[in-house]
């Protein structure tokens, strides 16, 4: 790198860092700012160098970054400053001479990842010829990049640079507590969320699916990174860009001319898109209103190349996800044949529907018009849940003169809503909620008893009407997510065959109060003698048997490398049961999974079982979303005993 660099970082900030460790150990205060400047000249140098030599020396510009400048500072006086004062004069200098060196290479690491993210961006901003396809309808309509090396190199070329400076970042504060470093992270996440959001909606596919599945987990996945997912649950740009397109897709399918020929219109705008299709309001000639379900063009091959890239790259960067990854990977291609999804449609609508009418409510399919690419099913007049809670929560919080964070802010400082929430007290919540809609209920009845005899008698001869007062009703999510718990127990252990993918965006409040059930894409059978198996490690986990939770592990096919007893139960807490302090000790889901990677690599599982804890976290994460920390196997054990009675 011709005079890249910059007489090794400055020799000044260099000598200056070193003048300056000694003195750290007796006056941090005063010493901070003049490291933390040479700090900052290393980590701007190596940036500066990192993106250059990317860009073919184009000189392409960046600002300083601030992120881990102050921790690393920090953490490089504690790690170092205090160690070499207790070491003598010549060890002294030796830790801090290797102090000085484990900065540099940090420094240089860290800088050449971040140059290769903010090259990829001006890559893809300036239309660099090899990325050509990256400069395309990021974030609107139209196929985006298509080719599967494409797509593979941008994903790496994005992907490698963040992974890196995660990891970096991890290893420089490790053993440093969460609240001291924490401030240094989310600068980090900052930094990365924009570029993953970027990269989501550039390639779509199994990427937006995956951002669908993190939106779920409230608790574990970073607000920076949130924000957006919780955006693709049921806001995904369609890569069916123009009217043309829509039609000719669902023509081809269909073996019509013309669209005309079964509906009498289709809207012109979405009311849904998911990462594999687009779903369009419409009505058939016998009057009858739908919902047109058209998979976008190519996507099933997409989403087998970009599975394939993401299985490479966790191989290497996060080994412990693998076993789970090999069976959403066969259960993510059922979903490309949307006559399979009619069918497991029909199956747990005729399963679910006879017992919890009253409750929830599942679309019927018109099955003469489902073919591999278009699925025609009953509209359901509603909103999804999410939206509807916030919506609420939002109008809630204006009437106090508060925004929503405020309010969040306020009830979190209190306390309100924190917790367990067990099934008695979430019954309790649902009882209190039911009694605040009845009394809502009874005042409008009295507001409006005098204002009917009024508009029946003197509005009638006046022609003046009064207006009939209707409080909202307050949206009883406790009894939303029970109701979920135990249809999905109903699904799982009485018929064996459930929706794996319950994830917000397939829930819905219908206008009559019940809950509209959509999304059969992802569907599993359980046979018997595994249903079996799983009831067992059910009950044992609710009624805390450790040791008989280990044993049903064992019936149930996994093997760890040594067989760790308290991390398999932990694991199996964590998938099926729980994510409470006691089971992940303050770790985020990848800390854990590393962990439990590190402690007792899984050697063998079987895979029927992947997709049962999965609906399990789903389920969870819904709970969590609202501050509402579910167990799972309390609300379960019910149809699991009845299932090993029987």
């Known amino acids: 790198f011709p005079s890249a660099t910059h007489k090794a970082f400055d020799s000044i900030a260099l000598t200056q860092a070193a003048a300056f460790l000694p003195r750290a150990v007796r006056t941090r205060s005063s ?25 073919g020396m184009k000189g392409c510009k960046l600002r300083s970054s601030q992120v881990l400048v102050k921790g690393a500072s920090d953490f490089f006086v504690r790690k170092y400053g205090h160690e070499a004062a207790g070491l003598g004069p010549q060890k002294g200098r030796l830790r801090t001479q290797w102090g000085k060196v484990v900065g540099l290479g940090f420094a240089c690491a860290g800088g050449l990842g971040l140059g290769a993210t903010v090259h990829s961006r001006e890559l893809a901003k300036d239309g660099d010829s090899s990325f050509k396809g990256a400069a395309q309808e990021v974030g609107g309509g139209g196929l985006g990049v298509t080719s599967g090396l494409a797509r593979s190199a941008i994903f790496y070329w994005y992907a490698l640079p963040i992974y890196t400076q995660y990891k970096l970042t991890e290893w420089w504060f490790s053993g440093v507590p969460f609240d001291e470093s924490e401030y240094y992270w ?9 570029t993953v959001e970027h990269v989501c909606l550039l390639l779509k596919g199994f990427y937006l699916k995956g951002a669908q599945v993190a939106s779920t987990r409230d608790d574990l996945i970073p607000k920076q990174y949130l924000e957006f997912c919780k955006k693709f649950q049921d806001e ?64 099933e091959e ?28 066969r259960q993510f291609l059922t979903e490309f044949d949307y006559r399979g999804e009619a069918r497991n449609l029909q199956r747990i609508r005729r399963s679910i529907l006879p017992s919890w009418r009253r409750h929830v409510y599942i679309p019927y399919v018109v099955e003469e018009l489902c073919t591999k690419e278009v699925m025609v099913m009953e509209f359901l007049e509603g909103t999804n849940l999410v939206k509807s809670l916030v919506a609420q929560y939002e109008r809630f919080a204006a009437r106090q003169g508060l925004t929503l964070k405020e309010l969040a802010e306020r009830n979190a400082a209190r306390g309100s809503g924190a917790g367990s929430a067990s099934v008695a007290s979430l019954a309790l919540r649902g009882a209190k909620v039911l009694a605040a809609q009845w009394v809502a209920a009874a005042a409008d009845f009295l507001a409006n008893a005098p204002r009917w005899v009024f508009n029946l008698t003197l509005g009638l001869a006046t022609g ?37 993918d319950p994830h917000p965006g397939n829930i819905m409040l219908l206008k009559d109060g019940r809950i509209g059930l959509i999304d059969y894409g992802q569907v599993k059978e359980l046979g018997l003698e595994k249903r079996l198996k799983y009831a067992e490690l059910v009950v044992a986990l609710a009624n805390g048997d450790k040791e008989e939770a280990l044993a049903c592990s064992r019936r149930m096919g996994l093997r760890t490398k040594r067989m760790n007893g308290d991390v398999i139960h932990r694991l199996l807490c964590f998938f099926h049961d729980r994510d409470t302090e006691d089971v992940t000790e303050g770790m985020n889901i990848q800390q854990f999974m590393d962990w439990a990677n590190a402690e007792d690599p899984i050697v063998e599982l079987d895979d029927d079982y992947v997709l049962v804890g999965r609906v399990s976290l789903l389920l969870r994460g819904l709970g969590n979303a609202f501050n509402m920390k579910l167990r799972v196997t309390p609300y379960w054990r019910r149809e699991a005993q009845r299932l090993l009675n029987t």
Request: charged content about 25%.
């Open 302 to 329: 997409r989403f087998r190349n970009d599975l394939q890239t993401v299985k490479r790259f966790c191989s290497f960067a996060l080994p412990s996800h693998m076993p789970f990854l090999d069976e959403i990977e």
């Open 186 to 194: 989310d600068l980090l996440h900052d930094r990365h969320c924009g």
């Open 31 to 55: 010493v901070a700012p003049p490291l933390c400047q040479a700090k900052l000249l290393m980590w701007s140098r190596a940036q500066a160098m990192a993106c250059r030599a990317l860009s």
């Open 236 to 299: 995904v740009p369609s890569e069916l860009a123009t009217r043309e397109e829509l039609e000719a897709s669902i023509c081809s399918s269909l073996g019509i001319s013309s669209v005309s020929e079964v509906f009498q219109w289709i809207d012109e705008e979405p009311v849904g898109a998911a990462s594999i299709g687009v779903v369009h309001r419409a009505k058939l000639k016998d009057g009858r209103v739908v919902a047109v379900k058209v998979q976008f063009p190519e996507i």
């Open 464 to 500: 003046r009407r009064l207006e009939y007062r209707r409080t909202e009703r307050p949206i009883n999510l406790a009894r939303v997510l029970d109701v979920l718990m135990r249809v999905h127990a109903e699904e799982i252990f009485r018929h064996g065959i459930f929706n794996a």
